[in-house]
């Protein structure tokens, strides 16, 4: 079959989002984080004859992939974490990129035939960066900390700045010649720093304003999308970071979102990013296995496949062994200054804990994609000859921590004991029986002070929220886990019915496919506070 122009986009889109599905579900039924089912997925289509050769534009991830992953990410990470624990990712994000690159250039220069430090600089900012999107989907399928879970989160939310600002620095020493001077060095951070967050914070006042005079779904979930493409290019228009521009925004307007989005709005777009998240991130995925025949056609002729595999093996140890050394004096110095300067009643995390933050140093289509972006030539017309090793050594380095890191990872949390972690899930119970308690006291006043023929009303309502916080505190006060279990499966069984009957009325034709997908959406709703642990 012939395909041609906008055919051939079509038919890989399609190929792609098949690849997707499929390979999600088959990692749902392993109960294996489906970053790493579909990227071996991607490498066996990769080799089978009639699959299309799709190669991966560092501009397509990085203007049309990466921004709205970023913002997502942002979106849904706590400020409240964030900000407590911002030291220890700073930490991450500036001292380990800028150790990862130093370390890199070292070995580097004694490992690899033709590698220089500046060599080496270039090939550690392409690995310094993380995806966390494994670690983070591990860790809370199996209860990892909390606190360890936002640290990974916030590293990878930054540290694709810091590592594409090396990137930028390497680039100019070996392409152009040019070495950066440390006060244009400190200067250009600053700006990229400065810049981004400052134009994130802008446009996320701007959004704001709009938000806060428009109710309508499926307008500001337009917005939405359209946010995180605006940030990244503005900021990349002034040379300032895209990255931290999408990190600050959605960080902001994620803050702010309790105040402009009504709850029909709320719960549409939450559908929608949800949806767009996964599809994003499973393409994200399969793209990168499938470059592994364009990676060894680029690499072949240039090196025995006995050589190869023997520098991909030793780098990727390189690589995981310096991510180890610097993740526990890093703890004690971000430690040190967040009790001493910051008042943080906090004592440095014990080694099983530094063990898996160690562990987690897994790397994504940010890094090929950086290799990927490295020119030919250099910038006097000699070819670039060592780019193909580069591209070569960062997917080595990605299968390597995503697929192995990735799949021994449970088995390490499991035995360092730091599975099953209960506190965010006491902090939502504590939470529900605040507001419950909180409603049930308005509930009381408001009667005082209103008609006497409204007393009827206000006893159902006040009997409803009883009901609902009795089921809360059920298994702690006596009524017994049993008790809990049993209400929880006539709460379900009534909700089935109501859906039953709404389908009947439609089946008879008592009522049209509208009202019953109103009944329906109403229902659902219930039923997913019910799963949530918020009984209606």
């Not at 030291?87 to 990862?100: E, H, K």
């Not at 393409?283 to 056609?297: A, I, R």
């Not at 949390?413 to 419950?436: N, S, T, Y």
């Not at 997908?517 to 506070?529: F, G, N, P, T, W």
Request: hydrophobic share 50%; net charge neutral; with cysteine.
């Amino acid at each position: 079959m012939q395909f041609g122009g906008v055919q051939t986009l079509q038919f890989v889109v399609i190929l792609l989002l098949v690849f997707v599905v499929a390979f999600g579900a088959l990692a749902r039924r392993l109960e294996t984080p489906y970053p790493i089912v579909l990227l071996l997925a991607g490498l066996l289509l990769g080799f089978l004859p009639g699959i299309p050769r799709i190669t991966l534009d560092p501009d397509v991830v990085f203007f049309v992939l990466l921004p709205p992953l970023l913002y997502a990410g942002a979106w849904t990470t706590s400020w409240r974490d964030f900000s407590y624990n911002l030291v220890s990712i700073l930490s991450l994000t500036f001292g380990l990129v800028a150790f990862t690159v130093l370390g890199v250039a070292l070995a580097a220069r004694s490992a690899f035939a033709g590698f220089d430090w500046r060599l080496g600089i270039v090939l550690g900012a392409v690995v310094a960066p993380t995806d966390a999107i494994a670690a983070t989907s591990i860790a809370r399928r199996l209860g990892l900390p909390r606190r360890i879970v936002d640290v990974l989160e916030g590293e990878s939310l930054l540290n694709d700045a810091t590592g594409l600002l090396a990137l930028e620095f390497g680039i100019s020493m070996v392409v152009y010649g040019q070495t950066p001077g440390i006060a244009e060095s400190a200067l250009r951070l600053l700006w990229l720093s400065a810049g981004g967050i400052g134009i994130g914070l802008l446009l996320g006042r701007l959004v704001e304003w709009f938000e806060l005079r428009i109710d309508d779904g499926p307008i500001e979930i337009t917005v939405s999308i359209l946010v995180p493409y605006a940030a990244y290019l503005a900021a990349q228009t002034v040379r300032a970071s895209g990255v931290l521009a999408v990190v600050a925004v959605g960080l902001y307007l994620s803050r702010q979102s309790t105040r402009f989005f009504s709850p029909r709005v709320r719960i549409q777009a939450y559908a929608v990013w949800n949806a767009l998240s996964y599809i994003l991130n499973g393409v994200v995925f399969v793209l990168v296995g499938l470059q592994l025949p364009s990676v060894l056609s680029g690499i072949r002729g240039q090196f025995g496949l006995p050589i190869l595999l023997l520098y991909g093996a030793l780098f990727s140890a390189v690589i995981v062994l310096l991510r180890l050394l610097w993740v526990f004096p890093g703890a004690r110095i971000s430690y040190f200054i967040r009790r001493r300067l910051l008042g943080q009643k906090e004592e440095t995390p014990p080694v099983r804990t530094l063990l898996v933050i160690g562990w987690t140093g897994m790397r994504g289509v940010i890094s090929l994609a950086a290799a990927l972006s490295l020119p030919q030539v250099l910038s006097d017309g000699r070819p670039f000859t060592q780019r193909n090793l580069i591209v070569f050594l960062t997917f080595c380095v990605i299968l390597v921590t995503l697929v192995g890191q990735g799949l021994s990872l449970p088995a390490l949390i499991r035995a360092l004991g730091l599975a099953g972690d209960e506190g965010a899930k006491c902090e939502l119970l504590e939470a529900q029986r605040i507001v419950l308690a909180a409603a049930l006291r308005h509930i009381e006043q408001a009667r005082k002070s209103d008609d006497p023929r409204w007393a009827e009303m206000y006893d159902d309502l006040a009997q409803h929220y009883r009901e609902r916080l009795e089921a809360l505190e059920g298994p702690e006060e006596g009524s017994g886990p049993e008790a809990h279990r049993k209400y929880l499966e006539l709460v379900r069984e009534l909700l089935q019915i109501e859906r039953e009957t709404a389908i009947r009325l439609r089946n008879e034709g008592r009522i049209g496919d509208e009202v019953l997908r109103q009944i329906e959406h109403d229902v659902d709703l219930r039923d997913a506070e019910l799963m949530g642990g918020i009984l209606s």
